[in-house]
């Protein structure tokens, strides 16, 4: 069975940084993308940082371009996202994914696997 599940989210102030976690079982990470993805309420899901497992080949979102890094533990089935300088705009729910294809896609219907999602709240 797959298994997708985020942790490390939490209420973080404007400026700080946190680091997301995303454990993974039940998928082989060779040909495929991990991506976090992130909805606030209302808003249309978005890409926020993908890897593929071939090349390790990174994606980054405009709005977070700079201030994110997405990366793969190296003996262990886990991928995070870093991220700084953290914004108001940056609140919302986060989601690790996994992709059904090998190219990072900001198309969400590509992700096969979904975790259920971890909340991350920046206050002014």
């Known amino acids: 069975q797959v298994q997708l599940v985020e942790s490390g989210g939490g209420l973080v102030q404007a400026g700080g940084s946190l680091r997301l976690s995303c454990d993974f079982t039940?998928?082989?990470?060779?040909?495929?993308?991990m991506a976090w993805w992130r909805q606030a309420p209302g808003k249309e899901r978005e890409l926020v940082a993908g890897?593929?497992?071939?090349?390790?080949?990174?994606y980054y979102g405009d709005s977070v371009k700079g201030r994110a890094t997405i990366s793969k533990a190296n003996t262990k089935n886990t991928v995070y996202l870093q991220m700084n300088s953290l914004r108001l705009e940056d609140t919302a729910h986060y989601y690790c994914?996994?992709?059904?294809?090998?190219?990072?896609?900001?198309?969400?219907?590509?992700?096969?696997?979904w975790g259920q999602g971890i909340q991350v709240t920046v206050s002014s």
């Open positions: 039940g998928v082989t990470f060779s040909r495929n993308v």
């Open positions: 994914a996994f992709s059904s294809g090998p190219f990072i896609t900001p198309v969400p219907e590509r992700y096969a696997y």
């Open positions: 890897i593929s497992g071939l090349g390790y080949t990174t």
